[in-house]
């Protein structure tokens, strides 16, 4: 009977083992894996030009002040789409690193190669348009050329002749 009492106890204590040991939560950093992701979607303030997580905090400190709010966010429990909403929601899409992919923010995404392409077919087609234009000025070309030989023999022999009187 003390055998099964024991054993009991052991299943027990095995089962609520997890119950004895202090599990304490993961805190972000400024160089994790998650944090480079939330701070890299946010362009920084200051007119550098670079997001928040590549400016550096020792000549901006608007940078030092984001990055600690985000930290903060994160060890609250934060994902990356609730704290970028709260940032759209104060600042706008200007904040934004990226376009988001949606309404009229799309046509940023879209018109370059729109652009592109129309630039594209346009120089095919003005190319077509010259190459044309020179074939079709190859026998204009012939003309001339015969002129230019009839000319050049005319000249030829007045010159000839010039020579003849003075000689």
């Avoid at 701070?39 to 030009?49: D, I, V």
């Avoid at 901006?60 to 940032?87: A, H, P």
């Avoid at 309404?103 to 129309?118: E, K, M, N, R, Y």
Wanted: aromatic share 14%; glycine share 6%; with cysteine.
């Amino acid at each position: 009977m003390r055998y099964k009492y024991s054993i009991g106890l052991i299943l027990i204590a095995f089962i609520f083992q997890a119950s004895f040991f202090r599990v304490d939560a993961r805190t972000i950093d400024y160089k994790s894996a998650e944090f480079k992701a939330v701070a890299s979607q946010f362009s920084c303030t200051c007119g550098c030009g670079q997001d928040h997580f590549e400016c550096d905090p020792n000549t901006c400190s608007l940078t030092k002040e984001f990055k600690k709010d985000l930290v903060g966010m994160m060890n609250k429990g934060w994902d990356k789409d609730k704290i970028r909403d709260y940032y759209i929601n104060i600042y706008g899409e200007e904040i934004l690193t990226a376009p988001e992919k949606s309404g009229f923010s799309l046509t940023a995404w879209i018109l370059p190669f729109v652009v592109l392409g129309f630039a594209a077919a346009s120089l095919f087609f003005v190319i077509k348009k010259w190459v044309r234009k020179k074939e079709g000025d190859e026998p204009v070309l012939e003309a001339e050329t015969n002129k230019d030989e009839v000319e050049g023999e005319i000249l030829s022999s007045m010159i000839d002749e010039e020579r003849k009187k003075y000689l």
